[in-house]
């Protein structure tokens, strides 16, 4: 049989290759037409403690993880103690034969308290308990076992290629874990291949090499498990031309489309990788000629905002991208734009806080401090993307409203779409526009003429870049008049305040609705999720789900947390009988938003914020139990290893 | 007709105190700009916060006045998306050695080609004459209600080492030399600091004009001064590194030389070196075009507004 629908856990130790599997692994189902979801678990850690991808593989587009493991490959002992309990029954575990004998209290890397909840779980306080013991028990399910001398496999690369020292081919290990898996799908290897020639494209002899492991493994799996596992997978018969891709990719290309282009940043995950993967494509085609973004590493976020906003002033489309720790740095720059109106975009991908928090995993904790972020008042526009999709359009948009709107743009991301992958159908391009918004006509730049904060109706003073023959600007963080000079007077400070302010009204006026929130569902359903991030591809998932039982719900999620669309908002809350917020934080950050912008209260709230993002499965079960009315008010979801 | 000192002044009433350095760092700094006759608006000047940090609103240039210590960045932000504009950053010693004294020490390992100039009275004289990262240890100007814990900062050593590649000192008084160090920083292929020694007459009743100019030390027999402040161009001093072997021997000479305090008191260049290639040939090595169209003059859209960049290629990169 054929399947529809797969789930696919790698894991091991930190540097042993899991994303490069993960990768070859998601491009090879991706060649066969099928659709993908996938995220990347690790630790702050460089090396040896454990990391994990979870993927999901599908005849139908997926958004998503879920609980289910169908198949656990894991190159090394600790990868089987954290997620044996998670593979289904009839599912699979691939293991290295020199795994077997390990006891579990030998695993270092395991901290103490999952030791010890592991051996509870067990039922066992032998310490002594091993890899084998464990085994046992998951084959009581009917777990299928496949191991595999990985060692051996590997000198028979060695010896292939003349290699002798066996550390020069451990690094396979991973792809053997690939061969295995795709020999026991009955999956086509020649895709497999192609995606590892096409992962290390630029290294010619570690893709012969490695593909050479892959068949090895292949063939293994194929002659000692014979048609063993239940799951079998083929190409599908599809043309559609698709992209595969991180949330972090997304935005960087919508950047760039957008016309960002310079972008400056400190280290820090998992926002550093947009700026990595600019900086290696810094020069691209225009269509006509060449185009550079200039990536610029400072020596702090300080540097980094405010480099940033110089770069604005001369007139270039100028970006940041942090994490939380950066932005708490940036908050005085961020004033600082707010009151000279510079168009700054900032991506702020949001980590588990508060301090270092969680930082290389998924939360959705700082949505009332960017909207608050910040000495005294100025104006802000906050986007909230909820998938990778999104994150390019947002990406690209927001330039358009930071300098049609003369503001600093906050893009919010997470975690969990930052180093999560999805096949999506190339996107459409021919919605992306740019708007440069007003900028200043020969009229206005007269020799002593050029006002840059000119009074207006709108509240928006025409523009001019830093060097524009005929006009000089000034800009302060002081309150200042028109020219941009210092100005303590009284009324030129209500003045001022207003000018700044009223332009957030008009954005919220004139920003068009599909880009401040998106509305699942029918208006009349009595039920409505509200929500914001990306809980988004979970929430629909358990939405289908619960629809094939007959449940109906509709789910509103917010796109722009400022200007918030409270009308719309207001409108459609209204007449719900039930609203349910989800959200990845502990307090329902945009549910308290929405109270206090509309007084309008929830009724339950599903929150998780132990660092692992929302499963379909979970959104599922908790949604479940409110629409059968034995549900708390508050479900805090805990799935996630 | 050329442009004259005057008209890089704005009409604002410039508030200073009476006898302030400011002053003769604000008349150099025209006179500067109209020896190289820059056009007002092809200069940005950018400063930070303190007394000096109003600099920008009373000259007739952009002006950008910016975050306490946040004048670099700023600055080097606005060089690099459009590398044509005469970028000067102008700051106090607190905004830049103290509060953003790490900008201080990053922007010399890019030799950004800007100019920065270094407001040095020693105080932090807009809140009231609090000691600055400049004021010598054991000091004791009239705010403070006891004499200085804090070693001084050597913004000149500390220049040479962070990868300045012009290093002067200047004396906010002798305005005309500080000019013609301002026009030489400014043509300085490079950073260029300029660090100037400036009484504040208001809360440094230490390092005052009488001090600098040796009032204090009056020979009893001739019954001349003895200045305190020197210029090495008058002693024969040779800052320039020609080859990339002697830069050694002239930092080396240029940190012994930065030490001297006190009794003598050097001003002028004591370090160039335009062998060090600056962050904007950096860039142009993998970004060819880069001076020709820098972030700020690159086209960005069509005449539809559509996108001007082609996205094919990068995905394909992604296709599967």
Not at chain 1, 142 to 169: A, C, H, M, N, Q
Not at chain 1, 444 to 455: A, M, P, V
Not at chain 2, 103 to 111: K, L, V
Request: glycine letters at 8%; hydrophobic letters at 40%.
């Amino acid at each position: 049989m054929t399947g529809k629908e797969f789930n696919w856990m790698i894991g091991g130790p930190q540097g042993s290759g899991i994303d490069t599997s993960a990768n070859i692994f998601g491009r090879g189902f991706g060649y066969g037409g099928y659709h993908l979801y996938g995220k990347r678990e690790y630790h702050s850690n460089v090396k040896g403690l454990h990391s994990y991808f979870h993927f999901r593989v599908s005849n139908k587009p997926v958004a998503a993880n879920v609980n289910d493991v169908n198949l656990l490959a894991a190159f090394d002992a600790e990868t089987i103690v954290r997620h044996i309990r998670e593979v289904t029954p009839k599912g699979g575990i691939i293991i290295d034969k020199s795994d077997l004998n390990l006891a579990i209290s030998e695993i270092r890397t395991l901290p103490s308290e999952l030791m010890k909840l592991i051996m509870k779980n067990h039922g066992s306080k032998r310490t002594h308990k091993t890899i084998i013991d464990l085994i046992e028990e998951a084959k009581e399910k009917e777990t299928r076992v496949y191991v595999v001398p990985f060692l051996d496999l590997l000198k028979e690369v060695g010896d292939e290629f003349g290699i002798e020292k066996l550390s020069r081919v451990t690094r396979m290990k991973n792809i053997l874990a690939l061969g295995t898996t795709f020999g026991l799908l009955n999956y086509d290897a020649s895709l497999v291949e192609k995606a590892i020639g096409v992962v290390f494209r630029e290294k010619p002899g570690v893709v012969k090499m490695n593909v050479s492991a892959f068949n090895k493994a292949y063939e293994y799996s194929k002659q000692n498990f014979d048609d063993d596992f239940p799951h079998k997978f083929k190409k599908l018969d599809i043309h559609e031309e698709r992209i595969f891709l991180l949330g972090n990719q997304a935005v960087a290309l919508g950047k760039v489309l957008g016309g960002c282009r310079i972008q400056t940043y400190y280290p820090i995950t998992p926002a550093a990788d947009e700026s990595e993967f600019l900086e290696a494509h810094e020069v691209f085609k225009l269509q006509s000629g060449n185009g550079a973004i200039l990536v610029i590493q400072t020596e702090d976020e300080i540097a980094a905002v405010n480099m940033a906003s110089g770069a604005a002033l001369a007139g270039a489309r100028a970006s940041t991208t942090t994490s939380g720790p950066g932005f708490s740095l940036m908050v005085e720059g961020l004033s600082w734009a707010g009151n000279n109106e510079v168009p700054i975009v900032i991506t702020y991908y949001q980590r588990g806080a508060p301090s270092t928090g969680l930082p290389t995993r998924h939360g959705q904790d700082d949505l009332r401090f960017v909207i608050h972020s910040g000495h005294g008042e100025f104006p802000r526009i906050v986007l909230a993307s909820g998938d990778m999709k999104e994150c390019f359009f947002d990406a690209a948009r927001a330039f358009n409203y930071a300098e049609k709107y003369q503001m600093p743009v906050i893009h919010l991301i997470d975690k969990a779409m930052a180093n999560s992958t999805q096949s999506y159908k190339v996107f459409d391009l021919s919605q992306v526009k740019i708007d440069r918004g007003e900028i200043a006509s020969r009229d206005d730049l007269q020799i002593g003429k050029y006002k840059r904060f000119r009074f207006t109706d709108s509240g928006i003073s025409p523009r001019a870049f830093l060097g524009t023959k005929g006009a000089l600007m000034w800009y302060t963080g002081d309150e200042h008049d028109e020219i941009g000079h210092i100005s303590e007077e009284p009324l030129n400070r209500n003045q001022m305040m207003e000018k700044r302010m009223k332009k957030l009204v008009k954005a919220g006026e004139e920003i068009p609705s599909e880009e401040k929130f998106n509305f699942f569902g029918q208006e009349e359903t009595k039920n409505i999720i509200i929500s914001w991030g990306s809980t988004k591809g979970a929430i629909l998932e358990a939405m289908e789900l619960l629809r094939k039982e007959g449940f109906n719900l509709a789910f509103l999620q917010i796109r722009m947390i400022q200007p918030l669309p409270s009308n719309s908002i207001e409108r459609i809350l209204g007449q719900a009988e039930m609203k349910i917020a989800i959200e990845m934080n502990y307090s329902g950050q945009l549910a308290a938003t929405i109270t206090e912008k509309t007084g309008i209260f929830m009724d339950y709230f599903i929150l998780k914020y132990n660092g692992r993002p929302m499963t379909t499965t979970e959104v599922y079960e908790a949604l479940k139990k409110i629409l059968r009315k034995n549900a708390e008010k508050r479900q805090v979801l805990i799935h996630g290893s | 007709m050329g442009l004259k000192a005057s008209d890089y002044k704005t009409p604002l009433f410039v508030d200073w105190c009476p006898g302030c350095g400011n002053f003769g760092i604000y008349a150099a700094l025209q006179m500067a700009l109209a020896e190289l006759q820059l056009k007002p608006y092809e200069v940005v000047i950018v400063s930070g916060i303190g007394c000096s940090g109003k600099t920008p609103h009373f000259m007739n240039v952009n002006g950008v006045h910016t975050l306490h210590g946040r004048t670099l960045p700023f600055a080097i932000g606005i060089k690099l998306a459009n590398p044509s504009l005469e970028v000067i950053a102008a700051g106090g010693d607190g905004d830049g050695l103290g509060i953003g004294v790490g900008h201080f020490a990053s922007t010399g390992r890019r030799n950004v080609d800007l100019t920065y100039i270094i407001h040095d009275n020693a105080v932090y004289g807009l809140t009231k004459g609090q000691a600055s990262p400049t004021l010598q240890l054991g000091l004791q100007p009239k705010s403070l209600p006891k004499p200085n814990v804090n070693a001084a900062i050597n913004p000149i050593a500390m220049a040479l080492t962070a990868g300045y590649t012009f290093i002067a000192r200047a004396y906010a008084y002798d305005v005309r030399h500080t000019s013609d160090l301002l026009v030489q920083a400014i043509n300085h292929k490079g950073l260029a600091l300029v660090n100037i020694q400036q009484p504040c007459p208001t809360y440094n009743n230490i390092n005052t004009k009488d001090w600098y100019g040796g009032l204090d030390r009056v020979n009893p027999e001739t019954g001349n001064p003895n200045p305190r402040i020197y210029k090495l161009a008058e002693t024969g001093w040779d800052p320039v590194v020609r080859t990339a072997d002697e830069d050694l021997e002239k930092s080396l000479a240029a940190l012994k030389k930065a030490k001297e305090w006190g009794d003598k008191i050097p001003i002028g260049v004591f370090y160039k070196n335009e062998l060090i290639p600056t962050y904007q040939e950096r860039i142009s090595r993998t970004i060819p075009f880069y001076a020709t169209s820098p972030p700020a003059k690159q086209k960005i859209k069509d005449e539809s507004g559509s996108p001007a960049l082609v996205m094919e290629k990068w995905f394909k990169e992604l296709r599967v």
